[in-house]
């Protein structure tokens, strides 16, 4: 069973930073694409960003790209989202999963919830105007 913990949530002003991570046990970490969502009250969860298994390939939502960026690092089993000048629209619990197929050739999926099999609790980003 694979079991993934957000952390780095809170509240921050808009225009600040923050880094969430997701830490994943078990020791197949670095054969899987991971993803990022989030979900805002009243609405669907929705795609923010991807990173392929080995790295080599990030993918951002149109409304992040540019001020999010998703990095890993597979010694630590750990994957990080850097959000810069955040919007109050970026409120949202986020969501860190992990893709349902090993080494992932393709990227066209990640951004659908249904490529993902496991979840992590979430954790709560507010951004205040």
């Known amino acids: 069973q694979v079991q993934l913990v957000e952390s780095g949530g809170g509240l921050v002003q808009a225009g600040d930073s923050l880094r969430l991570s997701c830490a994943a046990s078990?020791?197949?970490?670095?054969?899987?694409?991971m993803g990022w969502f989030r979900q805002a009250p009243g609405k669907e969860r929705e795609f923010v960003s991807a990173?392929?298994?080995?790295?080599?390939?990030?993918y951002y939502a149109d409304s992040v790209k540019g001020r999010f960026a998703i990095s890993r690092d597979n010694a630590k089993n750990t994957v990080y989202l850097q959000m810069n000048r955040l919007k109050p629209e970026d409120t949202a619990v986020y969501y860190c999963?992990?893709?349902?197929?090993?080494?992932?050739?393709?990227?066209?999926?990640?951004?659908?919830?249904?490529?993902?099999?496991?979840w992590g609790q979430g954790t709560q980003v507010t951004v205040s105007s």
């Open positions: 999963a992990r893709d349902l197929l090993q080494f992932r050739a393709g990227e066209r999926d990640l951004a659908q919830p249904t490529s993902y099999n496991y």
């Open positions: 990173i392929r298994w080995d790295g080599s390939n990030t």
């Open positions: 078990g020791r197949t970490f670095s054969s899987y694409a």
